[in-house]
């Protein structure tokens, strides 16, 4: 029974071993929140600028329009004075129509993120209303086997 209980012993402290490893091998991970706007990519652009820079007061520090990131001094009542960089990414879908928003802020706890992408979500909803809809995809029409594609007969 010894040689049982020792066996299982370190077999658990081999495999604690090995994830204590991996996880202090690989990189912190950073935490980021982010949401799906349908208003196109200027119009997301423009309000999560506004967002920073007018509503909440804070120093941008870099931006690209083109590419699409706002880099920008974080400040909050929990940070006090002292500000930490946070972004906030614009990523174009292919469609064309909607913008991937993922705002990152990694010294400071993820909900602030969250708060970020919420009041922006309700400032693109409050300037500019209801998302637009988006048009429903069609599947693509089956040729068939004998690439007839309305089905009838031949010609």
């Not at 495999?15 to 349908?38: Q, R």
């Amino acid at each position: 029974m010894r040689t049982f209980v020792r066996a299982v012993v370190s077999g658990t402290f081999a495999a604690l071993a090995v994830v204590t490893a991996i996880a202090l091998s690989s990189p912190l991970a950073s935490a980021k929140s982010g949401f799906d706007s349908s208003y196109g990519f200027d119009r997301t652009w423009n309000a999560g600028m506004r967002l920073v820079r007018v509503d909440l007061g804070l120093k941008v520090t870099e931006k690209d329009d083109v590419v699409g990131y706002l880099l920008f001094d974080y400040k909050s009542p929990e940070s006090g004075a002292k500000a930490v960089p946070a972004s906030m990414e614009f990523i174009r879908a292919k469609d064309g129509g909607s913008v991937r928003v993922v705002v990152q802020i990694p010294k400071m706890p993820g909900y602030h993120e969250q708060v970020l992408v919420d009041q922006l979500a309700r400032k693109l909803r409050s300037e500019y209303g209801d998302p637009p809809k988006t048009p429903p995809v069609s599947p693509p029409r089956d040729a068939g086997a004998d690439g007839d594609v309305d089905g009838g007969e031949g010609s």
